[in-house]
């Protein structure tokens, strides 16, 4: 089941990466971190995005998952 996913990181990242991330929206903060947002397929969906997060060496701050609707 598919569900929607707000990761959050330290340091900016553009929209470049959206590939890498398997297309999820890249939203730069005023705060200098990133907001990683959209659907995940699964669990194994969502361990390999972190995985990629840990192989780029930036710092991980939260995973939460959004209510259907949600912005």
């Known amino acids: ?8 990181l330290q340091g900016l990242l553009d929209d470049r990466w959206a590939e890498w991330f398997d297309g ?5 903060q005023p705060d200098g971190t990133t907001v990683l947002s959209g659907p995940v397929a699964d669990q194994a969906a969502l361990q390999g995005l972190l995985r990629r997060i840990a192989d780029l060496g930036m710092t991980l701050l939260s995973v939460n998952t959004l209510e259907p609707g949600a912005p």
């Open 1 to 8: 089941m598919t569900s929607v996913f707000e990761i959050r």
């Open 24 to 28: 999820l929206r890249i939203i730069p």
